[in-house]
């Protein structure tokens, strides 16, 4: 494991004691179709929910790794709870890109304060003086039950109705409203609900340009120095989405190799099934697929921030690398998951198993826009073949 500050340690310790809880909870969060209130309190007792915060704000400015290692754990308890962690988690990372002016607006009187989003440009933002007038409807804003922000993607039209710009924009929660849609059979828990908001003003400070994060900028670093915020932005979003489903094969994998410790198999005349040296080749691969979907996502955020630790621009060969490696390690895991599910018997049917919630909801994370195998690889294979490559999809 890797050696972390020792107040960031001490969140990570303080997740770890409450995975036993969140695993006892799936059931009831699946039934309430949200993370229960008690877990979101937890997690903000023991400051998960700081850990990409600015220190000016009262966060921790955390090595991402140790966010991504939280969010592992907590998936490998209950994938909707990881799931829900990870993506609300991760939004103060991108507040700090933000004007100073909405930074204070979010935390200058409760630093406890939580976003949500939904980044597909399903709404519409119209040019005015000093901002954007805001109106539509987004869906899958999972945990904005939770959250009094929300962070909404939108194309800019200029008044001749063309499009000039794509923009992340900043809402309160008097501004929007939330319609519970969310009947579902995987990641139930984790209230991705839609959002709507009906004409409303945005000041342009309360914005932020895709292109310009595109290029790991933002008005925030001139406030926010630490070098957590200059890595590139699709990077630390698409892992935030990998990350839960890794976690997922990480708890199917330990249950798994506990059930089949335990179980014995009347088709093979009373065999314990961890004699079966097929059970045995099948957690090897299983593990091995996990391991490598971890490594390789991981290795490559240490390898960015080694850049920009020497000031130096990350290559393109390597962004593009994080996003192969990331839709690569989700099919890993969720092939991991399959084969252990599979291979498991017919008690891992049964309401309250780990591994049929797994099961379900890391094939409900798979269909995530950041999951798209075939766009990400195409992009670095043409790239190798020296192809030009949109630079707003890296």
Not at 68 to 93: F, K, L, N
Not at 246 to 268: L, N, W
Not at 357 to 381: C, F, I, K, T
């Amino acid at each position: 494991m890797p050696d972390f500050a020792p107040e960031v340690q001490a969140v990570l310790d303080g997740v770890h004691d409450l995975l036993p809880t969140f695993r006892d909870r799936a059931d009831e969060g699946e039934r309430l179709r949200v993370v229960p209130d008690a877990s979101v309190k937890e997690l903000e007792e023991v400051g998960f929910f700081r850990l990409l915060q600015p220190r000016r704000f009262d966060g921790l400015e955390a090595d991402p790794v140790a966010f991504y290692t939280a969010v592992r754990d907590i998936a490998s308890a209950d994938g909707s709870t990881g799931w829900v962690s990870s993506v609300v988690g991760v939004h103060p990372w991108q507040v700090a890109l933000f004007d100073d002016k909405a930074q204070q607006a979010v935390w200058g009187t409760d630093t406890s304060t939580r976003l949500s989003s939904s980044y597909a440009p399903t709404g519409k933002a119209v040019l005015t003086e000093g901002g954007f007038t805001l109106s539509g409807k987004w869906s899958f804003s999972s945990g904005c039950d939770h959250c009094s922000w929300v962070l909404l993607g939108g194309l800019v039209f200029n008044e001749e109705g063309q499009v000039v710009d794509f923009r992340t924009f900043m809402v309160p929660r008097e501004k929007y409203q939330i319609l519970d849609v969310w009947n579902v059979v995987g990641l139930r828990g984790t209230g991705s609900n839609d959002i709507v908001v009906e004409e409303t003003f945005v000041p342009e400070e309360f914005t932020l340009s895709m292109g310009e994060t595109g290029q790991c900028k933002g008005p925030g670093q001139a406030v926010n120095t630490s070098d957590l915020y200059k890595l590139p932005f699709h990077s630390i979003f698409t892992s935030t989405i990998a990350t839960p489903i890794i976690g997922m094969a990480t708890g199917a994998y330990a249950e798994h190799v506990e059930m089949q410790q335990k179980r014995v198999r009347a088709s093979y005349i009373g065999e314990k099934a961890s004699l079966d040296p097929f059970a045995a080749v099948r957690i090897a691969r299983a593990s091995s697929e996990i391991d490598a979907a971890w490594s390789l996502l991981m290795g490559n955020i240490r390898e960015e921030q080694a850049h920009v630790a020497k000031g130096e621009k990350i290559p393109l060969e390597l962004r593009l690398r994080v996003r192969r490696d990331q839709v690569l390690g989700t099919g890993r895991a969720i092939e991991a998951i399959d084969t252990l599910f599979e291979a498991s018997g017919g008690r891992a049917l049964a309401e309250g198993t780990y591994l049929q919630r797994a099961w379900r909801d890391s094939h409900a994370g798979r269909v995530h826009a950041a999951n798209d195998p075939e766009r990400a690889l195409q992009m670095y294979g043409a790239h190798q073949f020296g192809h030009k490559i949109d630079p707003g999809m890296y």
